[in-house]
């Protein structure tokens, strides 16, 4: 049972634009939502997160845009650029200071110069 | 910088032998979990730990894999005998995990362990 179905599989941006991937959750657990970046040969690292009792938080480029009501979640990049590049995993997790992430699939982003 | 460290980092094997990864995670964190990442999927829990003692393994194929942290700190994912479906990245990460029960710590994931079963 996939609990978070991330899309689409793969992005291709040009330097400069908006990289945006969605996430949608079936799990009303889900009181965190991360975003995490792995990049090849390393594990994957925490990006940005976000609490469902905020529709938005930004850091830098990267901004989270969460809709409650329609179990919706979505990262965007703004002014991509090829050190970008890499795949990007939506979680929900639904486990205490312990936590349980339940991860999608993974957005492979190619920026490309 | 603190890091979660993870070895062997490549791992070739045949099926049917016996296959062990070990992990040492940032100190002080008192929470480990092993994640296994199939090649275009996204990481899926294996077992957590808090401490020493195993929180969750619900998701641990447990006629073949096991999984300790016998102190409390280091941690060591075996699986015997290997099979070719057990080929993946195995993730180590870590976690702080004293805080109360609405904060959330951050995980921290190790390198990985790339296993190849033959």
């Known amino acids: 049972q996939q609990q978070v179905k991330q899309s689409p599989q793969s992005l291709i941006v040009q330097k400069g634009g908006i990289s945006i991937i969605n996430c949608a959750y079936e799990?009303?657990?889900?009181?965190?939502f991360p975003w995490y970046q792995q990049f090849p040969g390393k594990g994957p690292a925490l990006l940005i997160a976000?609490?469902?009792?905020?529709s938005e938080k930004k850091e830098g480029r990267f901004t989270i845009s969460f809709n409650k009501s329609a179990k919706q979640f979505s990262l965007h990049i703004m002014d991509s650029q090829p050190g970008d590049s890499a795949t990007y995993f939506c979680?929900?997790?639904?486990?205490?200071?312990?936590?349980?992430?339940?991860f999608g699939k993974g957005t492979k982003l190619s920026v490309k110069p | 910088e603190a890091e979660v460290a993870q070895s062997p980092r490549y791992k070739i094997t045949e099926k049917s032998q016996a296959v062990a990864f070990w992990c040492d995670p940032i100190?002080?964190?008192?929470?480990l979990y092993w994640y296994r990442q199939i090649l275009g999927q996204g990481p899926e829990l294996l077992v957590q730990?808090?401490?020493?003692?195993?929180?969750?393994d619900s998701q641990l194929p447990k006629d073949r894999f096991s999984a300790e942290r016998l102190k409390g700190v280091d941690s060591t994912l075996k699986i015997q005998p290997a099979e070719l479906g057990d080929s993946a990245m195995y993730l180590c990460?870590?976690?702080?995990?004293?805080?109360?029960?609405?904060?959330?710590?951050?995980?921290?994931f190790g390198p990985g362990t790339r296993l190849t079963v033959l």
């Open positions: 990460a870590s976690s702080y995990s004293h805080g109360p029960a609405n904060f959330r710590d951050e995980q921290f």
């Open positions: 799990n009303t657990a889900f009181d965190y």
């Open positions: 976000i609490r469902p009792d905020v």
């Open positions: 979680a929900g997790d639904y486990g205490g200071s312990q936590g349980n992430l339940i």
């Open positions: 100190s002080g964190h008192a929470t």
């Open positions: 730990f808090q401490d020493e003692s195993v929180v969750d």
